[in-house]
């Protein structure tokens, strides 16, 4: 089981894992869009010409997790972009890139070499289709697989528009005397498992929190 180095910002390096060896779900299969065809003849006039609607072409889904470098990662968020998510009191102030086993993620850290934010990504391996409960399911093990089961989930909603599948997810953390949120976007898209993770939510309310990792989610997609 893979971890991530300071996974918790305030509350010292905790072994933490990012997603769960066991894969339970899926993503579901995107519709083939089919041409439409018609045809029309009246009285006397030769047949009308036969027309088909030009299909729509699918964006091709991705297959493997992308090799990440400093480019690709500020592709998807700036250092900048982030410290408009984060609480500011703790701003992000470097950006590195790591790519252990299996997962890969964009960590940007605060001035103490924590993570505030990142952007982790794994390949997934797990059968399909999935249904909306049991994604909603996964993602809900995958946050309390940071913590080793340490946190509660307080808020776990489904999010159209990000991939096959995503939900956000709010987890409050219990640690060396200290509570903090943690809220995250976790979404599948082909045979990639994605999260943006805000571990430096301050009081920032779950709307606007959903709002700003929705659109991490969206970007980080739109990059696969």
């Given at each position: 089981?893979q971890?991530?180095?300071?996974?918790?910002?305030?509350?010292?390096v905790?072994?933490v894992?990012?997603f769960?060896?066991?894969?339970?779900?899926?993503?579901?299969?995107?519709?083939a869009?089919?041409a439409?065809?018609?045809t029309?003849?009246?009285?006397n006039?030769?047949?009308?010409t036969?027309?088909?609607?030009p299909?729509?072409?699918?964006?091709?889904?991705?297959?493997?997790?992308?090799?990440?470098?400093?480019?690709f990662c500020?592709?998807?968020?700036?250092?900048?972009q982030?410290?408009?998510?984060?609480d500011?009191s703790?701003p992000?102030?470097?950006?590195?890139?790591t790519?252990?086993?299996?997962?890969?993620?964009?960590?940007?850290?605060?001035?103490?070499?924590?993570?505030d934010?990142?952007?982790?990504?794994?390949?997934?391996?797990?059968?399909?289709?999935?249904?909306?409960?049991q994604?909603s399911?996964?993602?809900a093990q995958?946050v309390?697989?940071?913590?080793q089961g340490?946190?509660t989930?307080?808020?776990?909603?489904?999010v159209?528009?990000?991939?096959?599948?995503a939900?956000f997810l709010a987890?409050?953390?219990?640690?060396?005397g200290?509570?903090?949120?943690?809220?995250?976007?976790?979404?599948l898209?082909?045979k990639?498992?994605?999260?943006?993770?805000?571990?430096?939510?301050?009081s920032s309310?779950d709307?606007?929190?959903?709002?700003?990792l929705?659109?991490?989610?969206?970007?980080?997609?739109?990059?696969?």
């Open positions: 089981m971890t991530i180095r300071g996974f918790v910002p305030r509350t010292g905790l072994p894992a990012l769960l060896a066991a894969c339970i779900i899926a993503a579901g299969a995107l519709a869009c089919g439409a065809t018609t029309g003849t009246s009285g006039p030769p047949p009308a036969a027309t088909t609607a299909t729509a072409t699918a964006r091709a889904k991705p297959t493997s997790v992308p090799p990440l470098t400093q480019a500020q592709g998807i968020l700036s250092v900048a982030v410290n408009q998510i984060v500011p703790d992000a102030v470097t950006l590195a890139v790519s252990p086993p299996d997962i890969v993620t964009c960590e940007y850290q605060n001035a103490q070499g924590l993570n934010f990142i952007i982790a990504f794994q390949a997934y391996t797990g059968p399909y289709p999935v249904s909306a409960s994604f399911a996964y993602a995958i309390n697989g940071f913590t340490g946190g989930v307080t808020t776990n909603t489904l159209n528009g990000v991939g096959d599948h939900a987890e409050s953390i219990t640690a060396q200290a509570t903090i949120k943690v809220d995250s976007l976790i979404a898209d082909g990639v498992v994605i999260a943006c993770a805000n571990y430096s939510v301050g309310p709307a606007t929190q959903l709002s700003d929705t659109r991490c989610g969206q970007r980080t997609v739109s990059q696969l």
